[in-house]
């Protein structure tokens, strides 16, 4: 669809019928500043990819912990914590 609207603006420029509102649409898409929103916008999307990493990451490293935990606590002869204590436990 957008292809198809895409393709009509360019014919209607070619042929000198193009609505100002197209020319100044295209004409924006081309500008530095256009360009210069994508990349922030693709930055911004970089960044929060990152952010969704670290924080699934953390959430890893944090099983981890309670496991070493539960574990140290099995090789010491002390009951394990129920599994729904556990989580609600600061044992960090």
């Keep these: 669809m957008v292809s198809l609207a895409t393709d009509l603006a360019e014919e209607q420029i070619r042929q000198g019928t193009a609505s100002s509102q197209v020319i100044t649409h295209f004409l924006k898409l081309g500008s530095t500043r256009e360009r210069l929103e994508q990349e922030r916008l693709e930055h911004e999307n970089q960044l929060l990819a990152v952010k969704k990493e670290q924080i699934e990451s ?4 944090e099983e981890l912990y309670i496991d070493a935990i539960k574990a140290m606590r099995s090789y010491a002869g002390d009951m ?5 204590n556990a989580e609600d436990t600061d044992i960090l």
């Excluded at 953390?58 to 490293?61: E, K």
């Excluded at 394990?80 to 729904?84: G, Q, R, W, Y």
């Design 80 to 84: 394990p914590l129920p599994e729904e």
């Design 58 to 61: 953390q959430q890893r490293i």
